[in-house]
């Protein structure tokens, strides 16, 4: 089983990718830990994703694509893939698709994990952690239970990521819609798309996926699926 998981920066794709992993046997391929761990381990490309990222530019797509090849050859076997962060264009959905062939495989599901983009606003621009022993804090879902002091170490300290904003956060969710959205229909022509509610809880949303896996899930995209407001 071959999947891809589709859905903007915060709905939650590397939680369910990695609970994918441990639970069906599929190998996960974020392009962003490819990315850092060819990187790191100095390989060729690698050595070119390395300069091209210092300089502040996106990876191109045949470098990025040259990753996944290269990650399906080594480890591919087994029970099938995750894609996680890719593809996020159609031009990058197509040359999967020609990648895949080459390989005599094929993408067998593309899990769309549907957002209301307030709520993901609210859900991601409230996140913050302590700054001791890393446990994770929200202002509205999980504040700590005495404000200021970590439940788990009683430290003092908390951190919030600089892009945990919601300027940063809607600027994504922009950048999503409009580049990576057209891929939901590209794919629904391809009758591949199983749709999930990404605002439900962890659990529940690993349930849906697990149901959709087994053929059980919501065909197709949901059509106007926009939260009013
Ligand atoms: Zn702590």
């Known amino acids: 089983m071959n999947l891809v998981l589709l859905g903007p920066p915060g709905a ?22 490819m990315l850092r761990a060819a990187v790191a381990a100095g390989t060729e490309l690698g050595r070119k994703a390395g300069d091209i990222m210092e ?18 050859d080594k480890d591919g076997g087994g029970h099938g893939f995750i894609l ?18 080459e ?26 952690a302590c700054a001791f022993c890393g446990e994770g804090y929200h202002d509205i879902y999980k504040p700590p239970k005495v404000e200021g002091v970590c439940d788990r170490c009683s430290s003092a300290g908390f951190l919030r990521r600089q ?49 959709a896996l087994d053929g059980e899930g919501r065909k197709g995209a949901k059509n106007g699926a926009k939260t009013p407001g």
């Open 163 to 211: 892009d945990d904003n919601e300027e940063v956060v809607r600027s994504r969710l922009e950048a999503y819609h409009a580049q990576t959205e057209p891929l939901i229909d590209y794919y629904t022509r391809q009758d591949k798309v199983r749709t999930v509610d990404g605002m439900a809880d962890i659990a529940t949303v690993q349930k849906e996926i697990g149901r």
């Open 55 to 72: 300089r502040g530019q996106l990876v191109p797509d045949d470098l990025v694509i040259g990753l996944i090849a290269e990650r399906m």
């Open 103 to 128: 390989r005599g495989k094929k993408l067998d599901m593309v899990i769309a994990m549907e957002v209301d983009d307030d709520g993901l606003v609210a859900r991601v621009a409230g996140r913050f």
């Open 84 to 101: 996680d962060g890719f593809p996020r264009t159609i031009a990058q959905a197509e040359a999967l698709d020609r990648l895949l062939k």
């Open 12 to 33: 939650g794709k590397g939680t369910q990718a990695k609970l994918l992993e441990d639970s069906r046997s599929l190998v996960k391929l974020s392009t962003g830990d």
